[in-house]
Nanobody
């Protein structure tokens, strides 16, 4: 059974870059055909898909965040990462990583999700 776990700093200052890592166990991020996604949920708002990397290494970004988002992976550690640059308090959210068969993931019943990690942007 695949398990995903998000990790990274819980507090980031405005204008800095937010960096998160998703560590995957129970499955390889390079096998089968899955999308490994990042999703976030700001307080009081809905889930927002940010982007994904496929098992083959192809990367797809949400158009609204593409200019500030970078997704990469470390296949030796079975991890994939999210970097979000020039953050503002509006980037405060719970950030999730997930595995799914579809490129855009917006509900928890789409695939397997990590438990999420809170990131607050504040000086």
């Amino acid at each position: 059974q695949v398990q995903l776990r998000e990790s990274g700093p819980g507090l980031v200052k405005p204008s800095q870059t937010l960096s998160l890592t998703c560590t995957v166990s129970g499955a390889s991020i390079t096998t089968d055909y899955y999308y490994w996604s990042w999703i976030r949920q700001p307080p009081g708002k809905g889930l927002e898909w940010m982007g994904a990397i496929t098992s083959a290494g192809r990367i797809v970004y949400s158009p609204s965040l593409k200019s500030r988002t970078s997704i990469s992976r470390d296949t030796t550690k079975n991890q994939f990462t999210l970097q979000l640059s020039s953050v503002t308090p509006e980037d405060t959210a719970v950030y999730y990583c997930a595995r799914a068969r579809t490129v855009v993931v917006t509900t928890p019943d789409q695939g397997s999700w990590g438990q999420g990690t809170q990131v607050t942007v504040s000086s």
